[in-house]
T-cell receptor, first 111, second 115 residues
């Protein structure tokens, strides 16, 4: 069974700080996605990474896919209160149909 | 509005009743996925459908749960004889093709409460 473990589970920081959240697995994934979910809403896709070692940037967010395609990280620079939310990583297995989700990192950025 | 539409947003059912959750995918999307989310948890895969076909239902309980995506109309997730443990948020997502390498577009979910 493929599993995705996210860490930390919860993170509370001050506005302006930097942070990194992690998504790890013992399985290889054909791609990984990162989503952000706000209370009462569905997840919103932030990025998809496909190639081992790939780095993608989205304004203050930097996403990296591990060389072996088993892990990923999300780095936020100069966090803002608007970054508050639940960050979910999701992995598409090789040869399978379904995408599985990690339990998420709940980020709270204080003004 | 071309987003994924789910209704109702909130649904309250008494134990033993039936719950019907609807999902209209984005225009042009023919792949639909249903996920379930408990409070403070991630999303658990339930079922993957294409028009008139169930592709993968490995995450859906064998009893009381069923899903369909007819040629015309929305996808329906049906839960018969609901129990308190069915209380959760149910999310539908769609993609224009097998979304595994492209990501999904999610709806806002249906929050089911069984009393």
């Amino acid at each position: 069974t493929q599993l995705l473990e996210q860490s930390p589970q919860f993170l509370s920081i001050q506005e302006g700080e930097n942070l990194t959240v992690y998504c790890n697995s013992s399985s290889v994934f054909s791609s990984l996605q990162w989503y952000r979910q706000e209370p009462g809403e569905g997840p919103v896709l932030l990025v998809t990474v496909v190639t081992g070692g790939e780095v993608k940037k989205l304004k203050r967010l930097t996403f990296q896919f591990g060389d072996a395609r088993k892990d990923s990280s999300l780095h936020i620079t100069a966090a803002q209160p608007g970054d508050t939310g639940l960050y979910l990583c999701a992995g598409a297995g090789t040869g399978g149909f379904k995408t599985i989700f990690g339990a998420g990192t709940r980020l709270f950025v204080k003004a | 509005n071309a987003g994924v539409m789910q209704n109702p947003r909130h649904l309250v059912r008494r134990r033993g009743q039936e719950a019907r959750l609807r999902c209209s995918p984005m225009k042009g999307h023919s792949h639909v996925y249903w996920y379930r989310q408990l409070p403070e948890e991630g999303l658990k895969f339930m079922v993957y459908l294409q028009k008139e076909n169930i592709i993968d239902e490995s995450g859906m309980p064998k009893e009381r749960f069923s899903a369909e995506f007819p040629k015309e109309g929305p996808s329906i997730l049906r839960i018969q004889q609901v129990v308190r443990g069915d209380s959760a948020a149910y999310f539908c997502a769609s993609s224009p093709r097998d979304g595994n390498n492209y990501g999904y577009t999610f709806g806002s979910g249906t929050r089911l409460t069984v009393v």
